[in-house]
């Protein structure tokens, strides 16, 4: 190994003086202090300056890899002002295990190992991968899993995210991954049985993958019990019973792209049949874990309409969201802070520069100075009103604090139908030229004036007792004020018909899952494209009703 660099080493043959004279062939082998000292410096020069490189972006780039019986070993290094010279020396003990494989799985393994040991240098690049193991290039350079051992295949998909072109180099010139595949540290213990073997999950994970060739289905027609193959028309698509063997792999075959459940029988139809084929690929593409976990099967459905209970009085129930960031606005009023009484429909709207807890505590507290306090609050899951603030401004005061599920705003439906009023009401009074300050209160005059569909009494009414007089009411002749009528009836009929509606519209079924069930969560909102659509598994730990359910980690989901 120390010849291959000798242009790099100064004064290389008074250094190797010591060594050499053992090696001549009357020499009494007697390994003296000279020839430590010699060893010491040359592994001192090796690893130093100017025989070590840095690493060059542009020069060209090789791994040489080796293994022995008992290690691997590799070299990386850069074609560098038309010099050779190494960037890193990598080697490591097989374990029991891997002593136990065969020459070429040794071999690949050694390559595997390298480009992964180095991969902050060769992701992205492309580099030429050098074994002295010549049937490995092909079996590495190669896609598809042909008649690879498993091992190998597996091996080859890991090196398929590097841009490599494998060389064979043979064993004579291999010498410096050579040396270090046989002289390494100490064994590297057996891994615990506990130890979760990334192959062993890879291998589980891996589909079927094999070609099923016409003679495979021949042989297995053979095989199989007698007239198992009903009929092989010209043309046509071959037709075997239900036993026959070969169907998991035909089906992992014609869903190896994960297409819909359609694409999948037009390929199949084409080819092959048997009794219970479009059951068979129906039930395959449902449970096909990959196409869940990305997000084709579509979200889940949606549950029956659940009414909220209409409370007996004004501002006990009421529910608080925040609105915005609006656009095109002061910078002090881009966000609104909006609250909504479930009784008399009444809002309550402030606008703000920000939305910290501290800022809609003081919105709520001005409320309460003026309404009371109510028995509860809704809100959805921000960051305002799940911090240990919010929590104990509600419990001094003996608030129930009610978080929506996540992802699901239709639970604090009346504060979110109340934003979208905001919103184009705002957006008109905009347009005809109003401040947007005057353009809030204008819309949240009329709207406490108008009276509410499903009341059919205005908010003022139902939280004052008396209406708001607006300027058309200055028409009309004075009157005296009239008692709000008690709504319960009417909004108990119109929650009756708004359910109705909804749930033969949604076509409401069942949840499919009980208390203790394993689910997945749908993400309608990630943080990033290639993110998953569905969260990692939790258990459903209690039904909060009949479609909410708290799940292991405290979420509420619907």
Request: hydrophobic letters at 35%; glycine letters at 6%; proline letters at 9%.
């Amino acid at each position: 190994m120390t010849a291959y660099y000798l242009r790099f080493l100064p004064q290389y043959s008074a250094t190797t003086a010591p060594l050499r004279e053992l090696l001549k062939k009357e020499a009494t082998w007697a390994w003296a202090p000279a020839c430590s000292a010699a060893v010491r410096q040359l592994e001192s020069q090796l690893t130093s300056p100017p025989v070590l490189a840095h690493f060059d972006l542009e020069s060209p780039t090789f791994v040489t890899c080796d293994a022995s019986n008992t290690s691997v070993g590799a070299v990386l290094s850069q074609l560098q002002q038309g010099v050779e010279r190494p960037v890193a020396f990598a080697s490591r003990s097989l374990t029991p295990a891997e002593q136990k494989y065969s020459v070429g799985e040794r071999e690949a393994l050694a390559c595997v190992w390298a480009c992964e040991r180095w991969h902050v240098y060769l992701y992205g690049r492309h580099f030429t991968l050098r074994t002295d193991h010549q049937a490995l290039t092909a079996l590495l350079a190669t896609s598809g899993s042909g008649h690879k051992p498993l091992r190998i295949y597996r091996w080859s998909e890991r090196l398929q995210a590097y841009n490599f072109t494998t060389l064979f180099t043979p064993g004579r010139e291999n010498v410096v991954a050579d040396l270090l595949s046989r002289a390494t540290p100490s064994p590297t213990p057996d891994p615990s049985p506990d130890t979760t073997e990334p192959e062993l999950i890879l291998m589980l994970h891996t589909p079927l993958q094999a070609t099923v060739s016409l003679e495979d289905l021949q042989l297995a027609s053979a095989q199989d019990s007698p007239n198992s193959a009903l009929t092989s028309g010209r043309g046509g698509p071959r037709k075997f019973r239900r036993s026959f063997t070969l169907r998991p792999r035909i089906l992992a075959m014609a869903h190896e792209g994960h297409l819909g459940i359609v694409k999948v029988k037009q390929r199949c139809r084409d080819l092959v049949w048997w009794p219970g084929l479009d059951r068979d690929i129906e039930t395959m593409v449902k449970d096909c874990t990959t196409c869940l976990v990305s997000g084709k099967t579509g979200p889940p459905p949606s549950p029956p309409l659940q009414p909220l209970q209409w409370p007996p009085a004004p501002w006990k129930h009421i529910q608080v969201d925040i609105c915005g960031e609006l656009h095109g606005i002061p910078q002090h009023q881009r966000f609104l802070i909006v609250a909504y009484d479930l009784h008399s429909k009444w809002p309550e709207v402030v606008a703000t520069g920000s939305v910290t807890t501290q800022v809609v505590t003081d919105f709520l507290a001005s409320l309460f100075a003026r309404w009371g306090i109510p028995d509860t609050i809704t809100t959805d899951n921000g960051p305002q009103f799940v911090s240990a603030d919010f929590a104990g401004f509600v419990e001094d005061r003996g608030i129930n604090h009610i978080r929506t599920a996540f992802y699901h705003p239709e639970a604090n439906g009346g504060v979110e139908r109340l934003n979208q009023t905001l919103k184009n009401g705002l957006r008109a009074h905009l347009a005809d030229g109003l401040p947007f300050s005057a353009a809030l209160r204008c819309t949240l005059l009329h709207y406490r004036a108008t009276p509410h569909s499903t009341t059919g009494s205005s908010p003022a009414l139902l939280m004052m007792g008396r209406e708001l007089q607006l300027p058309l009411d200055r028409l009309r002749a004075p009157t005296a004020p009239v008692a709000a009528p008690y709504q319960s009836g009417r909004v108990m009929d119109r929650q009756r018909r708004m359910k109705q509606r909804f749930d033969k519209r949604r076509r409401f079924r069942p949840p499919p899952f009980a208390v203790l069930d394993w689910v997945r969560v749908h993400r309608p909102n990630r943080n990033h494209k290639l993110l998953s659509f569905w969260s990692t598994p939790m258990q459903v730990t209690d039904q909060l009703g009949p479609a909410t359910f708290r799940l292991a980690d405290g979420s509420r989901v619907s």
